[in-house]
């Protein structure tokens, strides 16, 4: 099955960082200290703004996702 990056189940705000370390296979703790010292340092406005674009474009976990044929499949 191919691998999707999805918003996380264990989220804090919109699960976007938890669906970027469950992707990567890494700590979701250690992703949001990065995430966090990276909206801190680039000055609050371009960092916050790409994580409420990643949250408005990631799809959910549990989301459906299209097939080649038009269908919908349920991601489990």
Do not use: C, H, Q
């Amino acid at each position: 099955m191919k691998k999707r990056l999805t918003k996380s189940r264990n989220k804090i705000l919109a699960g976007v960082f938890g669906g970027i370390a469950d992707y990567f296979d890494l700590d979701p703790a250690i992703v949001r200290i990065i995430g966090a010292a990276i909206i801190i340092f680039t000055g609050f406005f371009p960092g916050s703004l790409l994580y409420l674009v990643a949250a408005i474009v990631m799809p959910d976990s549990g989301s459906s996702t299209p097939t080649m044929d038009g269908k919908f499949e349920k991601k489990e």
